[in-house]
């Protein structure tokens, strides 16, 4: 993409988050545990060990994917309750570059959206983490849009979606896809 002269380009933008609507999903990937109960595999109780389903409504049923800033997209996941009955409550912050119609569109719709979610760590290039499920999904903590004061400043939305279902992310392997074609 070229720019005009001085116009500000934040470097990095190829990062790639992808969020679907939970009512979008037709079930739920049962864990590589669930479908080998004799497994030995470390992880077998997260690893998601099948395709994610779809509804078959026209228009719906993909994953929708975003260019994030690079470096701005991470999980964080941490304990919450008490003592002895502990869980999980993990954060998705990232930035969006931008503050045009189309990205000030996003925000607005996704809002108070009820989504899952995907991305990939740097640690492990053959897996995507996955926030939320169909019965239990990820919302939206907080939205910062900003146009930036001054040169150099970044202009767009700083978003974090947060996962209170009390459990870790799950590990979903990219081989078997990511369906990102909306149903015709």
Known sequence: MTTACGENTPPGTRAKLHICPAEEFDGWPQTLLEMTPASTVPGADIILNEAFNFVATVGKGYWRTYDILVD????????????????FTSNLPFFIIGTKAEKLSFAKNVVNCCLAAMIQTREDKLNMLVLGRDNDPVKVKEIKISTGAKAGDKPGAAYVLEDSGGDVPAVYPISFGINTTPNV
Do not use: I, N, R
Request: zero cysteines; charged letters at 20%; hydrophobic letters at 30%.
């Open 72 to 87: 701005s997209g991470m999980v964080e996941t941490s304990t919450v309750g008490e003592k002895g009955v502990l869980g």
